[in-house]
Structure formats: C-alpha cells, structure tokens
C-alpha cells in the first residue's frame, strides 16, 4: 500500500465534492501525478489511487482511458450526483453489487454484500447450467451482479437509476485469412 498513513481512504478532493475508495494499484502513477501537476492540480497523499480523482477532474468520463493498472473502484461526485463503479480492464480486481429500490450495495466480495443482512446468499441455478455447458458465470448468485472488466457503471443518485458503458475492449486485429469463407481445393 502506498502512503499508508496520508492515504487512508476515503479520498477526497481539494474541495471535498469527489470521494474515492480504491482496492488495487494504479500503474505509472507518478508520470499521471506528473503531468497533473503541471496542468494546476494539488495532491494531498503520496497515494497512487488519488490520481483517480484529478484525473476525473481534468477529463469527465474520459479520465478511464488515462488509468492501466488492477483496481475496482467507485468515485462519488456529490455536485452531479453520480456514482461511479469502475473496473480494470481484465477484472483483476472484482466489484460486485446489488441493486433494489434504486439503492446500491458494493463490495469486493459477495459475501460483504451477504454480511448486511438486507441480500440472502441463493446460487442462482441459471448460473450453474452455464456453468455445467462451459460458459463462466459473472456471479453465481441470486440479486449480485458484476461489474464487467473494462467496465464502469455510471449510478444516477438522484433517479436510482444506472447505466453500464463498456470503456474498454481488447481490440484484436482481424485476419482476413481466418475469417473469410474460402475453400480450397483439394
């Protein structure tokens, strides 16, 4: 953990409107402090997720085409009312949640989520015929949802509401060879 004692999270911005909690790590983070530093911005941590915040400050929703790294995230934008649930873009660092009534659980384990007493822990036996016919399952219980690798869920705190838009995708090149419908002869 960097800056164990200045970063304890929650994360706040300068004036407290943004608040982040983070588990994971942020690759190249001081070069991001860097170049962030020159554009006005004032740390307060030596922590690597307060990149995070500054980060969404400069650039809106675009700022999770800045961040590589192994993280799950949310960030609370309390002037638009908004909730972020953002996830690295292989998973590494899981981020499940539970929706009902337009109120939101997060957690990093399913059974944190289990622990409030307000969600009983049901297999969801869908889930397991996926499984069964090789297809792994995003959550293998009833009421818990993921939130998808190279994903970020976007909480309307005001209407309870979410959207899920998709910020990354491994973007393989296509071989024409492999993908058009040639015969040959024999």
């Not at 983070?29 to 740390?43: A, N």
């Not at 309390?78 to 690295?88: E, G, I, N, P, T």
């Not at 015929?129 to 009833?142: H, L, N, Q, T, W």
Request: net charge negative; glycine share 6%; with cysteine.
């Amino acid at each position: 953990i960097i800056d164990l004692d200045a970063g304890a999270q929650p994360l706040y911005s300068e004036d407290r409107d943004v608040a982040l909690v983070c588990n994971g790590e942020i690759y190249d983070f001081e070069g991001i402090r860097e170049d962030l530093k020159s554009k006005g911005h004032v740390f307060r941590t030596g922590s690597d997720s307060e990149v995070i915040i500054h980060l969404y400050q400069e650039y809106g929703l675009a700022f999770v085409d800045h961040l590589r790294g192994e993280f799950a995230f949310l960030l609370y934008d309390s002037v638009k009312k908004k909730m972020l649930a953002v996830r690295d873009r292989f998973g590494i660092k899981p981020l499940f949640f539970h929706m009902h009534d337009g109120k939101y659980l997060f957690a990093s384990e399913a059974k944190a989520i289990f622990a409030t007493g307000l969600v009983r822990p049901r297999i969801d036996i869908r889930a397991i015929r996926d499984y069964m016919a090789g297809v792994i399952p995003d959550s293998i219980f009833e009421e818990i949802d993921v939130v998808l690798p190279g994903c970020m869920l976007s909480v309307d705190l005001e209407t309870g509401t979410h959207e899920t838009r998709q910020y990354w995708d491994l973007d393989l090149p296509k071989n024409d060879k492999l993908s058009s419908n040639t015969t040959s002869e024999q």
